[in-house]
């Protein structure tokens, strides 16, 4: 059975078999970091999924049972993150436990980076024009 995995604010939801899913060598293996880099995802991951940066935190706003605990090395991590909130999470590090059930996770706007994901930037540019 497949859990399902809703990715905040884009809204895309997706069933996996964490059994089945390759390894992308990011993150700790069947974390949010890999499972994002298997369905196209764009999740930021300065460090390459090392917990030796804060750039792929994520809210947990749902399924937090369904991951594992966090270690030390995170937490001491997320002490450095924008924005902690008690769901916070490194998406390299939070491992999914359990191949069933729904999660739904938030990735903060700050830690979207349109440029990469090839999306437009949130600044309009107001130009004079002459009458």
Known sequence: MPVKITFLPMNRTIEVDLDR???QHHGKP???LDVAKNFNIHLEHACGGNCA???CHVWIKQGAELLSPMEDDEADRL???ADLQLNSRLGCQAVITRNEGE???EIPAWN???VSEGGESSFLTVRKTED
């Open 21 to 23: 899913m390759p390894y």
């Open 112 to 114: 979207r980076n349109y």
């Open 30 to 32: 069947r974390s949010f």
């Open 79 to 81: 002490d450095m993150a």
């Open 103 to 105: 999660i739904v996770v």
């Open 53 to 55: 940066c804060t750039t």
